[in-house]
């Protein structure tokens, strides 16, 4: 929403003509098809979450899909804005709005006025079929990070 005087002015957003959009919409389908095919015996099944997502996002704000109408109460002006996927980590626009929500979130609810530090793991890629395969193996990944912190944390 872009303010204007001291009215706010919506421009909705167009996830059709993203690259990301159109490429999924052109092929994912066609490469649902052909998984099974040509990936299964490398990679695994495919988990229903995949789909889900991606199938979420070709919705997200299309006005065919749902929208609600909005009303301002001052000046009666209406407008559509239409549903979102909500999708985090997929959906460029929901993400990024997820993350700045969840950054206030954190600011003013949660963390104390100090410096934090992020540590990042990462899974190398001849791990990363085990870890799919077998998913608890990730509590035990968390469990080891954990420890591996605590242990840096007090030689600090």
Request: a positive charge; charged letters at 25%.
């Amino acid at each position: 929403m872009q303010h204007v005087g001291s009215a706010a002015v919506y421009h909705p957003r167009k996830p059709q003509q993203s690259p990301l959009w159109q490429l999924l919409n052109d092929h994912y389908f066609d490469f649902e098809l052909g998984y099974g095919e040509h990936c299964v015996r490398k990679y695994g099944y495919p988990r229903k979450v995949v789909s889900d997502v991606v199938y979420d996002y070709l919705k997200c704000g299309d006005l065919r899909e749902g929208f609600a109408r909005v009303r301002c109460s001052e000046c009666r002006h209406e407008d559509l804005p239409a549903f979102s996927c909500r999708g985090r980590w997929f959906c460029p626009s929901c993400h990024s709005k997820k993350g700045i929500q969840f950054g206030a979130h954190l600011r003013g609810e949660i963390l104390y006025p100090v410096p934090h530090r992020q540590y990042v793991f990462s899974i190398p890629k001849i791990l990363r079929l085990n870890f799919k395969c077998n998913r608890k193996l990730l509590t035990k990944l968390c469990h080891c990070a954990n420890r591996s912190l605590k242990n840096f944390s007090a030689m600090c």
